[in-house]
């Protein structure tokens, strides 16, 4: 058994496949409920193939990365990348969660908007052209076309890079033939999820899959905060004692007792694999030793997305948001969305309008 | 450095071939900083003596009184005079253990130490206060015997001492490593090795002729091999203890150990052999790049012969095993004991973060009051445990009586153990990993005790080994068993024997018992000097203001945590309630204009708005075709 199938490693890549995959696989769905191939296929081709290609260039630039790394790890015998790994861990994973973030909250907004518009801001953002302008507002639109391949492609770096360097440090104690069977077991565990959360998001009422989706990449992200704070922290505790702490096991010296809010001597996701617990901690960002940074981080985190919300539904009744007067100016958008657009929402009268959108959204899926 | 050396031996063969009468010898000692190289890489200041450093060897005979008058002139620390492996018979006071027998001696002011030497051998001496001697003040100390069963086998007599050494302060060293950033509890590694406190140094030596080495590892942690290349030599002392000649060509020496050799030289002058000392490297927790394990000096038969490299050795170093040596005197195993004590040692870390050592499960705080003076202020609660402090480890011994220590190691590193006031004997000592001691190995016979053991004060354990041996409780006095790697008697490794109490009363309770400078010493740093371990005179049963160790490290889920893992909970649950009724929410028909205002926009910048005809048509059908439905839900949702 041993000798065929190494279950760390299986529980590493079946861990950060999932993470990868449930992103992956959301955006897919999302872009085929919304845009769907029978809508508008040439946009919708684009931003699939945006998908995947941040997806495989991702995989790409961690294979090449992590062979490099596991090849000094063998051949100078020394674990050059100890010393920075918690970094780009904290870095990876506040970006991503900032990128998941602020795409989860469009995505379900765009969401809101009628089928119609969606697919012209959708070829709009797609056909920019982003070579004019400052720098930041280059920046931001290059974001926006892109956007679709950031988020994989940053996941996929991230937890890629991860999995080849936990496996590289793990598999030193293990016969190397014990290796592939668990690895590839792991990548068709994690793809066969992926592949059920599209199936299910493509048959799921829309609204229903939006927001359940939604909730998940919120969940997702709000570990993935918690967790970079985390990693960052240990960085620091891990310089203080010279040495990495996960070797340490899950005992006594293995975290910042100045820090630690909780600590279990098990559980620990980081260690020889994690076994489930890593997978907890990686979907929801469990952690047997929780600190001041990754509790308060979490808290912070659902306590910013809540009212961001709020926010949001604030302004999209009252067309305002809190404490500020509305702008003068709806008649005149009125006047400027009817001389550009003579589609038949226009004639619909406001209190008509009211409570429409979501219905529709909800039952887009008839058509589809 | 070398001249001191051979004033030393000079003097040493002087006294070996004098007739000696008993006599009181005196030293005057004043104890202040110097600044030295030992190592030739870094000057640090040391703890010298009488401006000299190393410092003096102190020389005896047995049936002398020695006396030292201690004059500490650190300016900025506290120190004492231990006499390694003395019994101190009569004057457990003199034993120079601060907290335990003494205050320590406060910066400039004295203090004298005298006491009669009844032991021949070799022994050293140090301070004992906080882990300090490492700083330097620590030196060979050689009890010469007239009646040396050995004394007509051997012509002259040397001193070779090793040490490992470190280039920063003992103060710093201690608090990093008995910090929250060093929760392994890994020992700081020394910088380097050194014999008779220097390196490469040349003794001279004449063919032919036998010699008396006295080898002392006055180190702070470091074991040491020691070897000499292409000889073997003949052991006959172990830590003051003579032993039936047993020839050896490598001896493991771990910190505090001390053994008599004899070393025949060859009978030619062609070449120069290098003495060599190698620090066990399996001690430490990871060793520098850089750092030599190694001391080499040399046997130099012929000063214009070269001084070849020593071979250093990787692993393969095969020392002779101590245990298996037998007392000359021949002392018979000690019938079954009295009362056994079973110790298991642990490494942990307590509530602070850091790291501690552990006599089954208790951790060795120092006392306020030191606790010789409590024993001599308790009166019948003397023999009450209780009185000195849970964090003492207090042992209390009947007199007279054989005790056994059953020490088993649940730790993987080595250890060497040092009981004052006492020699032991060895019944068994297991091999690494060999587990807990088992006394059933002993009673179906496949573990026999000699029946005449191995004596010594200092004894290695293996790791995850054991060792048992046995005492007789004849020597009235506080004395402490501990491990003498400094580090770890910095981290607790350490217990109180207080063996019988109320004959040590009588002994040392009078008008005559402890001289006035002891108290002084205490009177000048405030220290409480009666009562029970915290100074309570009244009620010594009173345990408040016991000093204690550190508190358990918290376990799992506190309330702290509990209250923290909740509202984490609620935040995310609360927060997808909220996507959830966001994404259940519509857009009003202004934020809906205004948002297609802006894509309108943005298409017109991008060039796509001529594509909205086309899309136009699938898009108002699907409008069309569901009025109906909207239709209804809006009118619901009006009522």
């Given amino acids: 058994m041993v000798n065929v199938f190494a279950v760390p490693v299986f529980f590493i890549v079946f861990r950060e496949t999932i993470e990868t995959v449930i992103i992956v696989s959301i955006l897919l769905s999302f872009l085929k409920q919304q845009l769907g191939p029978d809508r508008d296929p040439n946009v919708y081709k684009k931003l699939r193939k945006q998908v995947w290609f941040g997806t495989l260039l991702g995989l790409g630039i961690c294979l090449i990365i992590g062979c490099g790394l596991i090849g000094a790890f063998y051949g100078l015998g020394t674990d050059k990348w100890a010393g920075a790994e918690y970094i780009w861990e904290g870095v990876f994973a506040i970006l991503a969660s900032v990128v998941i973030t602020i795409m989860g909250a469009a995505l379900l907004r765009v969401s809101k908007l009628q089928e119609k518009w969606r697919l012209k801001l959708a070829k709009a953002l797609e056909a920019k052209d982003n070579a004019h302008g400052k720098f930041g507002h280059r920046m931001k639109a290059w974001g926006e076309k892109y956007a679709m391949f950031i988020l994989p492609f940053i996941t996929v770096l991230r937890e890629g890079l991860e999995a080849v360097v936990f496996i590289g440090g793990i598999s030193l104690g293990l016969p190397a033939s014990s290796i592939p069977l668990a690895a590839i077991c792991g990548l068709a565990g994690g793809a066969l999820i992926g592949f059920i959360i599209y199936k299910a998001g493509n048959t799921a009422p829309l609204q229903m899959f939006l927001i359940a989706s939604t909730c998940f990449l919120y969940l997702v992200a709000a570990g993935l905060f918690s967790r970079a704070i985390w990693y960052l922290e240990q960085n620091s505790w891990n310089k203080a004692t010279g040495g990495d702490a996960a070797e340490n096991g899950s005992g006594p010296g293995s975290y910042d007792i100045r820090k630690s809010v909780w600590h279990v001597n098990c559980c620990n996701p980081e260690f020889n694999g994690g076994g489930g617990w890593g997978i907890f901690n990686a979907i929801l960002g469990w952690q047997n030793s929780a600190t001041y940074g990754s509790v308060i981080s979490y808290n ?69 | 450095m070398a001249l001191t050396l051979l004033r030393q031996l000079a003097l040493a063969t002087t006294l070996l071939t004098t007739a ?84 320590p001696i406060p910066a400039n002011s004295s203090f004298t130490y005298s006491f009669n030497v009844t032991q021949p051998g070799t022994y050293w001496y140090h301070s004992h206060v906080d882990g300090q001697y490492p700083d330097g003040l620590r030196g060979p100390l050689i009890v010469h015997d007239p009646e040396n069963p050995y004394a007509d086998q051997y012509d002259e007599e040397l001193v070779v001492t090793l040490s490992d050494w470190y280039h920063d302060e003992m103060p710093g060293l201690i608090s990093s490593f008995l910090s929250v950033t060093n929760p392994t509890g890994a020992e700081p590694v020394p910088d380097s090795a050194l014999m008779n406190d220097t390196q490469n140094l040349k003794i001279p030596v004449q063919p032919n002729k036998t010699y008396f080495i006295r080898v002392v590892n006055m180190a702070a942690f470091a074991a040491q091999y020691f070897w000499i290349e292409d000889h073997s030599f003949r052991i006959i002392e172990l830590d003051g203890i003579y032993h039936k000649p047993t020839e050896a060509s490598m001896i493991y020496v771990t910190a505090a150990q001390r053994y008599g050799i004899l070393l025949t030289t060859k009978n030619d002058t062609d070449k120069n052999f290098p003495i060599v000392g190698s620090m066990d490297q399996d001690l430490f927790d990871a060793v520098p790049d850089g750092l030599n394990p190694n001391v080499t000096s040399y046997l130099m038969y012929n000063s214009a012969a070269p001084f070849p490299n020593a071979t250093i050795l990787e692993d393969a170093f095969e020392p002779l095993d101590d245990a298996t040596l ?7 195993l000690y019938e079954d004991p009295a009362i056994s004590y079973t110790i298991d040692v642990k490494m942990d870390n307590l509530g602070d973060g850091a790291n501690y050592a552990f006599f089954n499960d208790v951790t060795f705080v120092r006392p306020k009051v030191p606790t010789l003076y409590t024993v001599l202020t308790s009166g019948d609660l003397a023999t009450d445990a209780t009185i000195y402090g849970v964090n003492t480890h207090p042992l209390v011994l009947s007199h007279n009586q054989v005790v056994e220590i059953v020490l088993n190691n649940h730790d993987p590193g080595k250890h060497p153990f040092h009981l004052h006031g006492h020699a032991f004997q060895v019944l068994t000592r297991g091999d690494d990993d060999s587990g807990d001691w088992d006394v059933e190995a002993f009673r179906n016979g496949s573990v026999k005790y000699p029946t005449t053991p191995m004596r010594r004060d200092t004894l290695l354990v293996r790791p995850n080994g054991h060792f048992v041996i046995r005492f007789r409780s004849d020597n009235p006095g506080v004395w402490l068993f501990h491990c003498h790697i400094e580090w770890h008697v910095d ?144 009118a619901n949702e009006v009522k």
């Fill in chain 1, 300 to 368: 912070i985190y659902w306590i910013v997305v809540i009212t961001g919300f709020v926010l949001l539904r604030f302004k999209e009744k009252r067309g305002r948001w809190p404490f500020m007067k509305a702008k003068p100016t709806a008649a005149s958008v009125d006047e400027n969305a009817k001389s550009n657009d003579g589609s038949s929402d226009n004639s619909l009268s406001a209190s008509k309008e009211v409570g429409r959108v979501g219905v529709r959204s909800g039952s887009d899926i008839s058509q589809a």
């Fill in chain 2, 326 to 332: 037998e007392p000359t005197d021949e002392l018979a």
């Fill in chain 2, 491 to 634: 981290s607790g490794l350490i217990l109180t024997f207080i063996e019988a109490p109320l004959q040590l009363q009588q002994q040392l309770g009078g008008e005559n018992g402890i001289p006035e400078d002891h108290f002084d010493a205490c009177r000048a740093q405030d220290m409480p000097f009666q009562g029970n371990a915290a100074g309570n005179t009244v009620d010594l049963l009173d345990t408040t203001g016991f000093n204690v160790s550190p508190a358990l490290l918290p376990d799992g889920f506190t309330p702290r945590g509990i209250v923290a893992l909740t509202f984490s909970i609620v935040a995310g649950l609360l927060g997808v309630g909220v996507i959830v009724w966001y994404g259940l929410g519509e857009i009003s028909t202004i934020e809906q204009q205004k948002e297609q205002q802006k894509i309108n926009t943005f298409a017109k910048e991008t060039g796509v708005v001529e594509v909205t005809g086309v899309d136009a048509a699938p898009a108002g059908h699907a409008v069309a075709g569901r009025e109906k439905d909207v239709g209804y839900t809006a």
């Fill in chain 2, 20 to 103: 000696v009468i008993a006599d009181v010898r005196e030293y005057n000692f004043t104890v202040g900083w110097v600044d030295r190289n030992p190592d030739g890489f870094h000057e640090r200041r040391v703890m010298g003596i009488n401006g000299q450093w190393p410092i003096p060897t102190i020389f005896a005979t047995v049936g002398d009184q020695v006396v030292v008058n201690l004059k500490n002139e650190l300016g900025d620390r506290p120190c004492s005079l231990h006499f390694h492996g003395l019994y101190m018979n009569g004057t457990t006071h003199m034993d120079g253990v601060a907290q335990s027998t003494q205050c």
